[in-house]
């Protein structure tokens, strides 16, 4: 089955402390991207992907890394969470290297920094 | 950049009356419009999109228009059902960038 998997699916962790929020997909795209989801913020684009070891800014990178050594992987790190990183994050990924194309989401991360 | 302001922020209507969402877009050179669903605790959906050499599209109940002058695209949908009520989110990009600015989403309620 063609999909995007992301983990964990839900994750309460203290400031400071770093995690990683693994995201994977099995359809060979060649985009990928994270978004973080707030109430009345709509979704908002951490960083994105264009191909193996592509990695660029979107809107709000400030607290995050990424890193895409395999195709088919976008981790997001977060060095030092803090608590205005409390979100729900979405990875996705579409066919192709622009954003003419659907893309694919992950059933999403709750993240609470405490 | 770009910025995507999406009205109205909640919709409530009477299933089988029809639902318009509008969006508008600051920079006139993005030629991609996709909008996006998400039920309740689900990821987001594309239910249809738009490309700027085309100004309206329709997929069964679902209507999309583009106007490029006022730069505004709207999303349409008619005889709603119960199944409709979801968020709605309208997206813009730019042809030289890789980046998708999102509204900030549309909560519609179909009122059974």
């Known amino acids: 089955e063609a999909q995007v998997t992301q983990n964990p699916r839900y994750l309460i962790t203290v400031t400071g402390k770093k995690l990683t929020v693994t995201c994977s997909q099995n359809?060979?795209?060649?985009?990928m991207s994270w978004y973080r989801q707030d109430p009345g913020l709509g979704l908002r684009q951490i960083y994105y992907?264009?191909?193996?070891?592509?990695?660029d800014k979107g809107d709000v990178p400030e607290g995050y890394k990424v890193s895409r050594k395999e195709k088919r992987n976008f981790p997001l790190i977060l060095e030092s969470p803090s608590p205005n990183q409390t979100s729900l994050y979405f990875c996705?990924?579409?066919f192709g290297q622009g954003l003419s194309y659907e893309q694919y989401f992950g059933p999403g991360t709750r993240l609470t920094v405490t | 950049g770009e910025n995507v302001e999406q009205h109205p922020s909640t919709l409530s209507v009477q299933e089988g009356d029809s639902a318009v969402i509008k969006c508008t877009y600051s920079?006139?050179?993005?030629?991609?419009f996709p909008w996006y669903k998400q039920e309740l605790g689900k990821r987001p959906q594309l239910i249809i999109d738009?490309?700027?050499?085309?100004g309206e599209k329709k997929d069964q109940r679902i209507a999309v228009t583009l106007n490029k002058t006022a730069k505004h695209f709207s999303l349409h949908i008619t005889e709603t059902q119960p199944e409709d009520s979801a968020v709605y989110f309208c997206?813009?990009?730019?042809?030289?960038?890789?980046?998708?600015?999102f509204g900030a989403g549309t909560i519609l309620r179909v009122k059974s």
């Open positions: 996705a990924s579409s």
């Open positions: 359809m060979n795209h060649e985009y």
């Open positions: 992907s264009m191909n193996v070891e592509v990695t």
């Open positions: 920079d006139s050179a993005s030629n991609y």
């Open positions: 738009i490309r700027s050499n085309v």
């Open positions: 997206a813009a990009s730019l042809p030289y960038g890789n980046k998708l600015v």
